[in-house]
C-alpha cells in the first residue's frame, strides 16, 4: 500500500494563512496533497523507491490521516491481508511474477494494476 497508493493525490482548501517548507498558502487557496510522494519520502523512507516487503514499519500516507483517513482501512487491511492473500498462497503456493514482465501500472487519482503477470507452478 505504500509502495503505491491506491489514492495518489487529494485536494485540501486551506482554512486560514498557513506555510509549509516557505511557501506562503493563503486561506482558502486550494491545495494538492501527493501521498505518492509523500509515501516515497527520503527523510521517512530508506530507499523509500523500492518495493521491500522486510522494510521497518513506518507511518505512511496510503490511507490519508486525521479527518481524511479513509473509512475503509481496517476492511482493507482484514480484507487483504488476513483473508484473500492468505487464500491465494495456499491455493497457489509456489506462485511466483513472472522475470523480466514488469506489473503495468495505471491511474493519478487511483491507482493500481492493470496486468500482473505471475507464474503458477
Not at 485536494?11 to 509523500?38: F, K, L, N, W, Y
Not at 521517512?44 to 479513509?70: I, T, W, Y
Not at 480484507?79 to 492468505?86: A, E, R, Y
Request: with cysteine; charged share 25%; net charge positive.
Amino acid at each position: 500500500m505504500r509502495w503505491v497508493a491506491p489514492i495518489q493525490v487529494s485536494s485540501r482548501r486551506a482554512t486560514r494563512d498557513a506555510q509549509i517548507r516557505g511557501i506562503d498558502i493563503p486561506e482558502g487557496r486550494v491545495v494538492m496533497t501527493v501521498q505518492a510522494s509523500a509515501n516515497h519520502d527520503e527523510d521517512v523512507f530508506e530507499d523509500g523507491h523500492l518495493f521491500n516487503v522486510f522494510r521497518d514499519r513506518k507511518p505512511h500516507q496510503s490511507f490519508g490521516a486525521g479527518p481524511h483517513h479513509c473509512m475503509g482501512t481496517h476492511i482493507s487491511r482484514m480484507m487483504v491481508g488476513k483473508i484473500m492473500l492468505p487464500m491465494i498462497f495456499e491455493r497457489f503456493p509456489n506462485m511466483s511474477l513472472v522475470p523480466d514482465e514488469d506489473p503495468n501500472w495505471f491511474g493519478f487519482g487511483f491507482r493500481g494494476p492493470l496486468r500482473l503477470p505471475v507464474r503458477l507452478s
